[in-house]
């Protein structure tokens, strides 16, 4: 009967101790931190990359297709108005006039293609710095972790 009772104690006993040991060690307060900052990390490149993404798909990329779309139609329209209006007048002039059209209307296709590339550019530069700066906190974070790890460690071995 005492052999029953010791065996059923030993099995009460290390069922608890077997318990406690296979959970994880709390976190520290600066190890749930970083955690926290990380995670905060993260979810702001992502947003960032979302916004670089939605700027380039779909409404400034658009607005600008549409944008030169429309001036060309309106200078045309235009060309073909006056052109027809001064075409019993003056053919000469009206031929001269419509080259210097064609020439403005080349220029200005070609400075707004230009500028709607400097906007591209300009969209993934911003993306760079973003991602450059995320992975120089970051790197800094790490750093300071480290040394507050060794500080801990250090403590905790000293208040040991």
């Avoid at 030993?10 to 931190?33: M, N, V």
């Avoid at 969209?123 to 800094?140: H, S």
């Amino acid at each position: 009967m005492k052999f029953v009772a010791v065996i059923l104690a030993l099995a009460i006993i290390s069922g608890c101790q077997g318990r406690f040991l296979f959970q994880d060690e709390p976190k520290s307060r600066w190890e749930e931190a970083v955690d926290k900052f990380w995670t905060h990390v993260s979810e702001l490149t992502s947003k960032a990359e979302e916004m670089r993404d939605n700027i380039k798909a779909t409404q400034l990329g658009r607005e600008l297709d549409t944008l030169i779309s429309d001036t060309m139609m309106e200078l045309q329209m235009y060309k073909d108005d006056l052109n027809s209006k001064l075409a019993p007048y003056a053919q000469e002039t009206a031929k001269k006039f419509n080259e210097d059209v064609q020439l403005l209307a080349n220029k200005l296709r070609t400075h707004m293609e230009d500028a709607k590339d400097r906007v591209n550019e300009y969209t993934e530069e911003l993306r760079t710095i973003m991602e450059q700066n995320a992975d120089e906190v970051k790197n800094r974070v790490n750093t300071y972790a480290k040394k507050l790890k060794k500080r801990f460690n250090k403590d905790v071995q000293e208040i040991n």
